[in-house]
């Protein structure tokens, strides 16, 4: 096996490592939107009259979970679960990464380039504050041909994407099951409601009861399992902005290009606080 062909399977998976070295902090406006809809159904709850208590049943509760939970086993293999579950986990503490910062260390490399060479930066590679750079950067001093680096690069940016993609599919087959597993337990309360039609007042209480499965799967589906899928792609989509400005840095660092006229190609990675909108007349 090439040298090339071995620093290309270690580069690490970028949607997991598109920023190897900043510090990771708790996402409180993710945090903020989860007890936004708790409260927000709580509150909707309270204002029928109807005791909370009432919506808590063990049975619509093991059927719904049970039933999403088995079905997500089904159509999911083991290993895309456990990378879906990771990604969920790393929602609630992304990497945080500042382009300002990583477009300036992507110059300095360049400087450094254009005066000793390709090979002046493999001491400093360690001290890389995004892993995909270093990675990228290791690949490009390995590399004799410009195509050759930019399609290495380009196929794992196309491959973490769809790693992203598949990951939140997960969430989006679940939830779409949710819903359909909470009219199979509200259609068993219903047996159980009609085994005991003799008691109005059993059929009552029981006809509610049974309509909580329902309640529990759309919540399911749409207050957790398909916003996180939605998130996921948001964060994959970020990802993925900040990978195409590492890449087109790399080509950069590659070709010796002018420190300025890299920061410039840079600086459209950037995003306006202020987009300019159409001018008045």
């Not at 660092?253 to 202020?274: G, M, S, Y």
Request: glycine share 8%.
């Amino acid at each position: 096996m090439s040298t090339f062909q071995a620093s290309l399977r270690e580069i690490p998976d970028p949607a997991q490592a598109s920023v190897g070295n900043n510090s990771r902090r708790l996402d409180l406006w993710m945090l903020a939107g989860i007890a936004i809809a708790i409260v927000a159904t709580i509150a909707g709850i309270a204002s029928t009259g109807v005791s909370p208590g009432y919506f808590f049943q063990p049975t619509g509760a093991l059927i719904v979970i049970g039933g999403t939970l088995g079905v997500t086993f089904i159509t999911t293999p083991r290993v895309a679960l456990l990378h879906s579950l990771r990604r969920v986990a790393d929602l609630f503490f992304p990497a945080r990464s500042s382009r300002e910062d990583l477009i300036e260390e992507i110059v300095s490399y360049v400087r450094l380039v254009r005066i000793r060479g390709l090979v002046a930066i493999e001491p400093v590679l360690d001290q890389t504050s995004n892993r995909f750079l270093a990675e990228s950067l290791l690949l490009a001093m390995d590399v004799n041909q410009r195509a050759e680096l930019e399609t290495a690069l380009a196929n794992k940016l196309r491959l973490c994407e769809r790693q992203g993609e598949a990951d939140a599919k997960v969430l989006d087959v679940a939830g779409g099951f949710a819903p359909t597993i909470g009219v199979l337990g509200t259609v068993v309360g219903l047996i159980d409601v009609l085994r005991q039609f003799s008691t109005v007042s059993s059929v009552a209480s029981g006809l509610g009861t049974a309509f909580v499965s329902t309640i529990y799967g759309l919540a399911l589906a749409n207050l957790v399992l398909l916003p996180a899928a939605h998130r996921i792609r948001a964060r994959v989509a970020e990802a993925f902005e900040i990978q195409e400005l590492i890449m087109e840095g790399t080509m950069c660092v590659f070709d010796r290009i002018h420190p300025a006229l890299v920061r410039q190609r840079l600086r459209c990675f950037l995003r306006e606080e202020h987009p300019a909108g159409p001018t008045a007349a």
